[in-house]
């Protein structure tokens, strides 16, 4: 049966719509496809090849080495060698897994790495710049050159370059001062001053090498190569960018005063002290040293074992790592008791003239104060107290300062320096303690210290015992204010940065950090008892300073620490006198009295400085039996 035409229409009519529909589809996504494609070929094609061609590009970073460290008269201290480094090409590596695999292990092995430790390093050195090497170990021996070259088809990506490290020319001399350089670690990537660096990277962590680093480290360069499909280097460099050596660095450093410094700490059969020379007029450090100390050199390895670095940190050992001059917390005995002088003459507590008498002992709510040795100096003035070290001298002045208005032997001593960093250009320098009443009594209510302040702390604080904590670098500043007229040097190591040249790019002369007035005749007062102390019979030191061939002017110094150490033995020196221009500070710990060990140090620093190595400050036999208690 057919049906009629007018029933078959509206079908055709449907029909006729979706074709309609269907090519205009069809027609949009034709638009799309070929606008896209006109983009890609037309717009785009230059980007996309430069792209191409880019894949086919290696950059491989060029080390910069890194600046050297002399000392003032322009000898080098710290430079550079080159070492092997046994390395990794990453994209050379063998792209089958089990393949790769086995190459990192045999890898790991020659490395002395674990294999997930090899994987780390790859993964973070190439997350930065995926085309450079990956250094794994340095100071590789020439052994495993050899076996590389023997086994380089079975070890793709893997070789032996050379690399720059630092080379310590006086061996450990100044490691305290120069500090040491290693990688940078992940933490410091994070920090602005490390922005520009990568993984592998070498940066100075300690001393100078930490403080002026952006400085000494130098600019990379890279050359860019091009590469086969295997990774393998295809005809010339396409570009090359050299490597910036890094700046010089000119310091302040007498080599020789540094050298007799350090020779002297280590003769006292391993007791730990310090040791800081200095121009009193500008801060200029002559000489700084600690002891024990350590080899920077060990730090040209990639990695410290845990063990090794706990025996450089442990009090055990005696911290090697630890810079005593200027990290160190010390009772200064009577080393202390110029600036005690300072602040009673400027205070009005005395005069250089006026008589105190010195009985031998101080008895003060119960508590007997005696001299070292039970000595009894009568009556005597500021300049002879300071000769003979009388402790009930200045037990007296500490007993009339708690009665005074104010805190003049606290505000005095952090006038001259004391109490705060100096801020010498070394990081982590200590910064000390002036013991105040508002301390200890906020110590006390707090239940950390078993009474609050009272008198006997200002009759300690007073000859440079109880809570005082300072450094040998603190105590050079405070004498070298006395012996300037009153100028607070900021200490210094830094003399110049010189170019690779050996042009003068920056000169370092700070200021002063602040000033004191000190009268004149109070001041040379102060300086006329240390210069009796060391250079007239019956001075704490003429038994090692009386037949020295330079004038000077010193105090020594012994500071109780606690009933099962020895005493701590402090010398500080000013020469030559009367116009001081070098200030040498030395503590030994569980040195005994400051004429036993200290004094003695500073005498081969004196020498060395004034250039008399061979001069010997013991006073003749005849009158050395005059025993200095302090």
């Known amino acids: 049966m057919f049906l009629p035409d007018r029933v078959r229409t509206p079908s055709t009519s449907q029909f006729a719509v979706r074709v309609a529909v269907l ?13 896209r494609l006109w983009y890609l070929q037309v717009l785009s094609g230059d980007r ?77 050195q190439t997350k930065e710049l995926p085309a450079s090497p990956v250094t794994l170990k340095r100071e590789v021996d020439y052994p495993l050159v050899y076996y590389l070259q023997e086994h380089q088809a079975e070890l793709p990506g893997v070789s032996v370059e050379r690399v720059f490290v630092r080379r310590y020319e006086q061996g450990t001399l100044g490691a305290h001062i120069f500090g040491y350089v290693s990688e940078v670690s992940a933490e410091q990537l994070e920090e602005p001053r490390y922005q520009d660096l990568i993984p592998g990277d070498l940066v100075g962590q300690t001393g100078l090498e930490y403080e002026y680093d952006h400085l000494l480290r130098g600019q990379n360069g890279a050359t860019r190569v091009q590469v086969d499909a295997t990774g393998s280097p295809q005809g010339q460099a396409l570009s090359s960018q050299d490597a910036v050596a890094g700046n010089n660095l000119r310091t302040t450093l007498d080599t020789g005063v540094q050298a007799a410094g350090e020779a002297a700490l280590s003769q006292f059969g391993g007791l730990p002290g310090a040791f800081v020379a200095m121009d009193v007029q500008d801060g200029e450090i002559l000489g700084l040293g600690s002891y024990p100390t350590f080899d920077p050199a060990i730090f040209t390895r990639p990695s410290l074992s845990p063990a090794l670095y706990e025996r450089l940190s442990s ?10 001059a200027i990290q160190g917390l010390y009772p200064t005995g009577s080393t202390f008791k110029p600036i005690t002088a300072v602040a009673s003459l400027e205070e009005g507590l005395i005069t250089p003239e006026t008589p105190v008498d010195d009985p031998g002992s101080i008895t003060v709510g119960g508590i007997e104060f005696k001299n070292a040795g039970d000595v009894a100096n009568g009556t005597i003035t500021l300049p002879t107290a300071l000769k003979v070290s009388s402790d009930v001298f200045f037990y007296k002045l500490g007993l009339e300062a708690d009665d005074a208005d104010g805190l003049p032997i606290q505000s005095w001593a952090e006038n001259l320096g004391l109490g705060s960093a100096t801020g010498i250009d070394l990081p982590a320098e200590g910064d000390g303690l002036i013991p105040t009443p508002e301390w200890r009594n906020e110590l006390y209510e707090d239940g950390d210290t078993d009474r609050p302040w009272s008198v006997g702390d200002s009759i300690n604080l007073a000859v440079g015992q109880g809570d005082l904590q300072a450094n040998p670098l603190q105590m050079a500043v405070a004498y070298s204010a006395i012996a300037n007229g009153g100028n607070i040097v900021r200490p210094h190591l830094a003399q110049m940065i010189e170019d690779p040249a ?4 920056q000169e370092f002369d700070p200021a002063p950090r602040g000033s004191v007035t000190i009268e004149e005749r109070y001041r040379q007062a102060i300086l006329d008892g240390l210069h009796a102390a060391a250079m007239e019979p019956g001075g704490t030191s003429y038994p090692v300073f009386g037949g020295f061939p330079v004038d000077i002017a010193g105090k020594t110094g012994t ?59 013991t006073a003749p036999e005849e009158v050395a039996s005059d025993q200095a208690y302090d």
């Not at 090519?23 to 070929?34: M, N, P």
């Not at 080495?65 to 990794?88: F, S």
């Not at 009090?315 to 005593?324: H, Q, V």
């Not at 050996?502 to 790019?505: D, E």
Request: charged fraction near 30%; glycine fraction near 8%.
């Open 48 to 124: 996309y090849l430069e792209e191409a061609q880019n894949n086919r590009v290696r950059e491989i970073q060029v080390q910069a080495p890194r600046g050297e460290i002399l000392d003032r008269h322009g000898d080098v201290l710290v430079d550079n060698r080159t070492a092997l480094a046994l390395q990794v090409q990453a994209d050379e590596l063998p792209a089958e897994r089990e393949q790769r695999e086995r190459v990192l292990r045999r890898v790991a092995d020659l490395a002395g790495m674990s294999l997930e430790q090899v994987r780390k390093e790859i993964r973070e």
């Open 23 to 35: 090519s205009g589809i069809a027609l949009a996504l034709f638009s799309v496809i070929f606008f």
């Open 502 to 505: 050996g042009r003068v790019v």
């Open 315 to 324: 009090e055990e050992s005696g911290a090697p790592l630890s810079n005593r």
């Open 559 to 617: 500071a109780e620490r606690g009933l099962y150490e020895e005493d701590q033995s402090w010398y500080v020196a000013l020469a030559p006198y009367p116009d001081p221009k070098v200030v040498v500070a030395v503590t030994i710990e569980e040195g005994g009295f400051g004429a036993d060990a200290a004094a003695p140090a500073a005498s081969q620093i004196l020498g060395a400085y004034f250039d008399k190595p061979n001069a010997s400050g």
